[in-house]
Antibody, heavy 121, light 107 residues
Framework: EVQLVTSGGGVVRPGGSLRLSCAASGFRFEEFGLSWVRQVPGKGLEWVSGINFNGGSVGYGDSVKGRFTISRDNAKNSLYLQMSSLRSEDTAFYFC??????????????WGQGTLVTVSS | EVVLTQSPGTLSLSPGETATLSCRASQNLGINYLAWYQQRPGQAPRLLIYGATTRATDIPDRFRGGGSGTDFTLSINRLEPQDFGVYYCQHYGSSDVTFGGGTRVEI
């Protein structure tokens, strides 16, 4: 069974940093691209970042470019999102997801449970 | 950046009816890199359709994607109670990924 378990959410002050992790199991991790998608409670979905199967290609949404960094460790079956210079508008549930192929921008066919990041003083 | 506009905002229907959801892109999507997701309350999204018309694994044929260029539709035939939720379209281009604002389907 495919599982994506997200961790690392919490409360952080504006300007602070936080690192999210996503532990994957149940599939050949190194063959699939991965994404981070966020959702303000009660609002719509926003693509945050994507990474291809080997980490050689990454992409970011305009609102996080230059502040967030996506990475993966295929030896540990793990995906990460390093978030810095956090703003109140970054407050949201963050989902990690598996893309349906090895591309960084492909649709996501499996999703984790989401972790809440709250940026507040 | 491609902007996706979904309509209507809310659709109120009864079981057995057909829902037709629209997604309009701000520019021609060319190779139809357009996907649809369902999100039920408190759950993560579920991929329904990719490539504008191809159903994802285990998605029943009651769900049908159509359209090309700038205008796309998702049709849900013979609505069932578990079909309620919010539906999002998504463009997945070579340089960016964007979501539409969503259509809420109330059963």
């Amino acid at each position: 069974e495919v599982q994506l378990v997200t961790s690392g959410g919490g409360v952080v002050r504006p300007g602070g940093s936080l690192r999210l992790s996503c532990a994957a199991s149940g599939f050949r991790f190194e063959e699939f691209g991965l994404s981070w998608v966020r959702q303000v409670p009660g609002k719509g979905l926003e693509w945050v970042s994507g990474i291809n199967f080997n980490g050689g290609s990454v992409g970011y949404g305009d609102s996080v470019k230059g502040r967030f960094t996506i990475s993966r460790d295929n030896a540990k079956n793990s995906l990460y999102l390093q978030m810095s210079s956090l703003r109140s508008e970054d407050t949201a549930f963050y989902f990690c997801s598996r893309n349906f192929n090895g591309g960084r921008n492909s649709p996501s066919d499996r999703w984790g449970q989401g972790t809440l990041v709250t940026v507040s003083s | 950046e491609v902007v996706l506009t979904q309509s209507p905002g809310t659709l109120s229907l009864s079981p057995g009816e057909t829902a037709t959801l629209s997604c309009r892109a701000s520019q021609n999507l060319g190779i139809n890199y357009l996907a649809w997701y369902q999100q039920r309350p408190g759950q993560a999204p579920r991929l329904l359709i990719y490539g504008a018309t191809t159903r994802a694994t285990d998605i029943p044929d009651r769900f049908r994607g159509g359209g090309s260029g700038t205008d796309f539709t998702l049709s849900i035939n013979r609505l069932e109670p578990q079909d309620f939720g919010v539906y999002y379209c998504q463009h997945y281009g070579s340089s960016d990924v964007t979501f539409g604002g969503g259509t809420r389907v109330e059963i």
